[in-house]
C-alpha cells in the first residue's frame, strides 16, 4: 500500500512533518484543524463592524453580502481645497467583506447626497 500523497498546496515543513506524528497527535491535528476551518466560516459570514473600516464612514447598511458605507475622500491634487482642510470630495459608496481574515471594500459609485463638491 503507497502512503497518501499530500496536495500540492500543502507547504513542505508540514507535508514533511506530518507522517513522523503518531494517532493521537494526527487527530489532535484534524480536531485543531477543523476548528480553524468553522471559525473561518464563522467569521465569514459576520458583518464587518465600524472599527474594521476607515474613520469618518457613515455605515447605511449591513447584511449578508457586507456592510455598505459612505465616504468623503481627498483627490490627492494639491491645489484642490480638499487637501488644505476644505470639504472632501463624495460621499461615495463601498461595500466592505470579508474575504478570509481579510477585510475588503468594493466600490460601488457616488451615492446621492445635496451638498456634493464633486
Same mark, same amino acid.
Given at each position: 500500500?503507497?502512503?497518501?500523497? %499530500? !496536495?500540492?498546496?500543502? %507547504? *513542505?515543513?508540514?507535508?514533511?512533518?506530518?507522517?513522523?506524528?503518531?494517532?493521537?497527535?494526527?487527530? &489532535?491535528? +484534524?480536531?485543531?484543524?477543523?476548528?480553524?476551518?468553522?471559525?473561518?466560516?464563522?467569521?465569514?459570514?459576520? %458583518?464587518?463592524?465600524? &472599527?474594521?473600516?476607515?474613520?469618518?464612514? *457613515?455605515?447605511?447598511? @449591513?447584511?449578508? &453580502?457586507?456592510?455598505?458605507?459612505?465616504?468623503?475622500?481627498?483627490? #490627492?491634487?494639491?491645489?484642490? +481645497?480638499?487637501?488644505?482642510?476644505?470639504?472632501?470630495?463624495? !460621499?461615495?459608496?463601498?461595500?466592505?467583506?470579508?474575504? #478570509?481574515?481579510?477585510?475588503?471594500? @468594493?466600490?460601488?459609485?457616488?451615492? !446621492?447626497?445635496?451638498?456634493?463638491? *464633486?
Amino acid at each position: 500500500m503507497t502512503s497518501p500523497t %499530500p !496536495p500540492a498546496s500543502l %507547504p *513542505d515543513y508540514i507535508a514533511d512533518g506530518l507522517p513522523k506524528q503518531d494517532d493521537e497527535t494526527l487527530r &489532535d491535528t +484534524q480536531e485543531y484543524i477543523d476548528q480553524l476551518v468553522a471559525d473561518r466560516e464563522r467569521r465569514q459570514e459576520e %458583518p464587518v463592524t465600524e &472599527d474594521e473600516l476607515p474613520d469618518d464612514v *457613515d455605515v447605511v447598511e @449591513e447584511d449578508s &453580502d457586507g456592510t455598505i458605507y459612505h465616504e468623503y475622500r481627498t483627490c #490627492g491634487d494639491d491645489t484642490c +481645497q480638499c487637501m488644505s482642510g476644505g470639504p472632501k470630495h463624495g !460621499p461615495y459608496a463601498y461595500r466592505a467583506y470579508r474575504d #478570509g481574515d481579510t477585510v475588503r471594500r @468594493e466600490y460601488l459609485g457616488k451615492a !446621492p447626497d445635496a451638498n456634493t463638491t *464633486d
